[in-house]
């Protein structure tokens, strides 16, 4: 398993509660996290409708060894708070997810999407500004066309480093239900969203109409059994896509077989086993997040106990199961009780899809590496370690006797608890979000 040394948390903060580094408001929480295909920008969203852009700096040329971290690159207000008067309905502005757009310029594109809404952005520099205008002087004012004798030619004078943040199109009232996901399609030029019930596909360029792709609404709402969960293009066939239910199964839809993809093309789906039946066993089989691997060969999935890795080309069976905490099957009626048994978790894949990660409680993170079989559990925790410091596995204690570096069951606290992940598309960087902090962990420079 490799060894992954922190070099920099960003404690994201607003600057009002900048004075008290314990307090944090419930807009700050982040929900999303996002690599853009390159690695060099990272993106973070929160509760309060912010999307912060992360840079990371060009190598030293003093310490070429040393890989450059990860600076605040751009901030914007990417969703307001809205009302809906025809269903009395308060749309909130947390930014449910964050797609990049492969960048075909020099600016920077992504899509963010709140529970309603979904925005395109573009992010750009600007170094140089016009001077010399004719009709106007230098404070833009219109000025008086009798004072004008002379033609000027404009120029472009050099001016500090500005980097704009603008919305380039909104796409919206297309969902009834709140989206959960987006997905942007490898042919650049589509990407869909996902709410409980639905799967929408826009052109990026078309705001004003969508195709309903998927549609699992009943005649009959009483006759409801599932819902969408998450859904994701495949990463090099613009054509086909996935999606997953809360019922734990996973449809792979080829939209070349017709335009409503109602009727998938493989449904994977592992049989429970009736032995380890129980109240819980349908809350804790949906599929909270589901991923193709970067060759489009696998599929992973997060259920709440479990990651689950499938073949493609073999619907009977999960190809490897991973438990992340199944220390927790003896808590699942407290968790019930407190609601934790609902929070969705995310997982990712490392770029050569040989490594997965996942999030948990107690801000502790997991890794399972596929070749060797190991996995590790490590901890996003500001008083664990100082920055540069290797982090050190933790383990989890169930009975008995516990020794001195593991933490019994008991005493994890459900409150920290790590959702959001990302992992760097073509190295070992991984950044975490634990609540209202960014940690950034590189894999160990020797």
Not at 69 to 84: A, G, I, L, R
Not at 138 to 155: A, F, K, M, N, S
Request: glycine fraction near 2%.
């Amino acid at each position: 398993m490799k060894c992954f040394s922190r070099y920099l948390p960003y404690i994201f903060r607003p600057p009002s509660s900048l004075l008290s580094s314990s307090c944090h408001s419930e807009a700050d929480i982040i929900s999303t996290v996002e690599f853009n295909p390159t690695g060099e920008l990272l993106a973070t969203g929160d509760k309060g409708g912010r999307v912060v852009v992360f840079q990371r700096e060009q190598e030293s040329k003093n310490q070429p060894q040393r890989r450059g971290e990860y600076n605040v690159y751009s901030t914007f207000q990417s969703h307001e708070p809205e009302f809906d008067y025809l269903k009395s309905l308060e749309i909130e502005e947390k930014i449910n997810k964050i797609r990049w757009l492969p960048q075909q310029n020099a600016a920077y594109f992504l899509l963010s999407t709140n529970d309603k809404t979904v925005k395109l952005w573009k992010i750009s520099e600007r170094d140089k500004r016009p001077e010399g205008y004719n009709l106007k002087d230098e404070e833009g004012r219109i000025r008086d066309p009798t004072t004008i004798t002379t033609l000027r030619v404009p120029v472009l004078r050099p001016m500090d480093l500005m980097v704009e943040a603008t919305p380039r199109r909104i796409f919206s009232n297309a969902h009834t239900y709140h989206i959960n996901s987006i997905s942007a399609n490898s042919d650049y030029e589509t990407y869909m969203s996902t709410d409980d019930l639905r799967i929408n596909l826009w052109n990026l360029e078309i705001t004003n109409r969508s195709f309903n792709i998927v549609d699992i609404k009943p005649a009959n709402m009483e006759e409801l059994t599932e819902v969408i969960t998450a859904a994701e293009f495949h990463p090099n066939q613009c054509n086909t896509f996935v999606y997953s239910s809360s019922k734990g199964s996973i449809r792979l839809c080829d939209m070349r077989t017709s335009a409503l993809c109602d009727k998938h093309s493989k449904l994977f789906e592992e049989p429970e086993d009736p032995s380890n039946r129980s109240f819980f066993s349908e809350i804790i089989s949906s599929i909270s997040d589901v991923k193709f691997s970067h060759s489009g060969r696998y599929l992973m999935t997060r259920d709440y106990l479990t990651v689950k890795l499938w073949d493609i080309n073999m619907e009977s069976k999960p190809l490897e199961t991973y438990q992340v905490h199944d220390y927790l099957r003896s808590k699942l009626c407290s968790l019930y009780e407190n609601d934790c048994i609902f929070d969705k978790f995310e997982c990712v894949w490392n770029g050569t899809d040989s490594v997965l990660m996942t999030g948990s409680y107690n801000n502790f993170f997991r890794m399972f590496d596929r070749n060797t079989k190991r996995d590790v559990t490590l901890e996003a925790s500001r008083e664990n370690s100082k920055p540069r410091a290797i982090l050190k596995p933790r383990k989890v204690c169930i009975g008995g006797k516990r020794r001195k570096d593991e933490i019994s069951v008991d005493s994890l606290d459900f409150s920290k608890k790590i959702l959001h992940t990302a992992w760097h598309p073509n190295e070992n960087i991984i950044a975490v979000a634990a609540t209202n902090n960014l940690y950034i962990f590189q894999d160990k420079v020797n």
